[in-house]
Nanobody, 115 residues
Framework: QVQLVESGGGLVQPGGSLRLSCAASGFTFSQYAMRWFRQTPGKERDLVASISSLGITLYADSVKGRFTISRDNAKNTVYLQINSLKPEVTAVYYC?????????WGQGTQVTVSS
């Protein structure tokens, strides 16, 4: 049974930092590209960052320099470090595992940046 379980979201103040985690199980994690998406009400789910099975990272232009994606294959976990939090970061963040023939999603974790 495939599972992607996000954690680390919550209410944080502007300027702070946050690290999201996504624990994976039920598939060969090291062979999958892992991605973080975010979605706000009424809008499409947008790709924020990705990391390939070889560790190559890509970022949306809007988050470059503030977001860092990383993975720990020994722990079957992918992370998203978010620094210099701004209110526009507020969204539900989803973890995604993409393989050659399949695609898995987590349930999402809410991040709210507000004073």
């Amino acid at each position: 049974q495939v599972q992607l379980v996000e954690s680390g979201g919550g209410l944080v103040q502007p300027g702070g930092s946050l690290r999201l985690s996504c624990a994976a199980s039920g598939f060969t994690f090291s062979q999958y590209a892992m991605r973080w998406f975010r979605q706000t009400p009424g809008k499409e789910r947008d790709l924020v960052a990705s990391i390939s099975s070889l560790g190559i990272t890509l970022y949306a232009d809007s988050v470059k320099g503030r977001f860092t994606i990383s993975r720990d294959n020994a722990k079957n976990t992918v992370y998203l470090q978010i620094n210099s939090l701004k209110p526009e970061v507020t969204a539900v963040y989803y973890c995604n595992a993409r393989g050659n023939t399949d695609n898995f999603w987590g349930q999402g974790t809410q991040v709210t940046v507000s004073s």
